[in-house]
Structures are given as structure tokens and as C-alpha cells.
């Protein structure tokens, strides 16, 4: 029996529409370059400038055997950390510290005897403890460090990218690529460095929460979008 030419035509679209699909199908599978070109992109990105605009930041607890509190007192740092030194009180009130050798030496606060002792390069030097009184059996919390993105030099990323903005992708690795950074705390943009994008262009975004450590020795929790086309 004979298929009809109606018939035979019927297959044939239908055997030529699955070709063309599941070649449609490789395609976005397989090579899908947009894409895989803005995951690289993003991945290039985060990890040249948070290697370029973090530090390292550590601190422990520490609580002194002093009877009566002198105007300051040191102790021999149990932890070999490096950086400048901050501290804050039981009341997390920021107190006077500095590194003198191989000891902390703290402004000691009335009736106070228990701080946070905070190490980052962050920080710079400034007070001074006259005349101290030496603590030899204080009691030191256990160590934590972390890696957090430094205030100073996101500040200095920021005029990178504003007045050497082609340096800047140079030395980040990123030539093949422009991008934007945006910095948030609760909510509200605190830093914003954007380009031009051309039309048409597909932009990609991630967001990545970031800690960021102040001069003073503040933490504050904050989201950073890096963008890239």
C-alpha cells in the first residue's frame, strides 16, 4: 500500500522539526557561550579585588588580675599576630592600646578588668602607656581570624578605579572584561562605582556579603555587587 504524498509530507516535517530542535537543544546545552563568558568574568572579578582590598583581622578576650586598676597595664601577647593594635571594653566601648615590644599595654577603664583585644593592619598607632603596670597572669580568651575587606583600601580601589580605571583592569587581570562595584550596608548604598554600559550589552551581577573592619575597630556586616560585561 502506497503512503500518500499528504502523508509523507506530514513525517518529513515532523522528522525535520525534531532535527532542528534537539539541534537547538546541543546548542544551549553544550556551548551556551554568554553565559559561561559572565560566570568568568564574575569569578575573575570577585577574586582579583577581594585579593586586592582585604586583610587580615584577629582578636581574643583578655581578662587582667590587677587588684586595684592602675592608668594602664600591660601583658605579653599570647598570640604571634600581626598588625596594629585596638581594643574595646566589656561594654564594647572603644579603649586606648598599643603594641610596645612584645606586649599589649591597654588604658585600663575603673573597676574594669575584662577587654577585647583586636589586631588588624587596618589600624594605626597612637597612644602611649606611660609608667605601666605589668600583668603577668592575665587570662586570654582563644584566638579567632579572619579575613575581612579593609575600609582604607576600599577607599583607595575607589580612586583607582575613578582616575586610573584602565591601570586598574591591568592589574586586576580583568582586561577582557569592564565592570561596576556597589556596596551596601542595611539596605542603603554606601559606594558606587559604575561605567557606562553600551546598549545591548548583557550585564551579569553577584552578590557577595563582605565584613568590613574600621580604623577604629568596628565590624560591619555589608553586601558588595560586583557587575561585569
Not at 5 to 14: A, D, L, N, T, V
Not at 29 to 43: W, Y
Not at 46 to 70: C, H
Not at 126 to 144: F, H, K, M, Q, V
Amino acid at each position: 500500500m502506497k503512503m500518500s504524498k499528504r502523508g509523507q509530507s506530514h513525517i518529513e516535517f515532523i522528522v525535520s522539526f525534531t532535527l532542528f530542535v534537539g539541534f537547538v537543544l546541543v546548542i544551549l546545552l553544550f556551548f551556551r557561550p554568554s553565559t559561561k563568558s559572565g560566570d568568568i568574568g564574575l569569578n575573575a572579578i570577585e577574586n582579583s579585588i577581594m585579593a586586592k582590598i582585604s586583610t587580615d583581622y584577629s582578636f581574643f578576650s583578655v581578662k587582667s588580675s590587677l587588684g586595684l586598676m592602675p592608668a594602664c597595664f600591660c601583658f605579653e601577647n599570647p598570640y604571634p599576630v600581626s598588625g596594629e593594635v585596638t581594643a574595646k571594653d566589656e561594654n564594647k566601648q572603644r579603649v586606648d592600646a598599643s603594641l610596645q615590644g612584645s606586649r599589649v599595654c591597654l588604658k585600663a577603664q575603673d573597676e574594669i578588668k575584662f577587654y577585647y583585644v583586636y589586631f588588624s593592619d587596618e589600624f594605626s598607632k597612637g597612644w602611649t602607656c606611660e609608667s605601666p603596670i605589668i600583668d603577668n597572669e592575665i587570662e586570654a580568651g582563644s584566638l579567632r581570624e579572619l579575613s575581612v575587606v579593609s575600609n582604607s583600601m576600599l577607599g583607595n580601589f575607589s580612586e583607582e578605579y575613578t582616575n586610573s580605571y584602565d591601570l586598574l583592569k591591568q592589574e586586576l587581570g580583568i582586561s577582557n572584561y569592564d565592570f561596576k562595584l556597589e556596596v551596601f550596608e542595611n539596605g542603603n548604598p554606601i559606594m558606587a562605582l559604575e561605567r557606562r554600559i553600551p546598549l545591548g550589552r548583557p550585564v551579569y551581577s553577584r552578590d557577595v556579603p563582605i565584613e568590613i573592619v574600621y580604623n577604629e575597630g568596628n565590624l560591619n556586616y555589608s553586601i558588595m555587587r560586583f557587575s561585569v560585561w
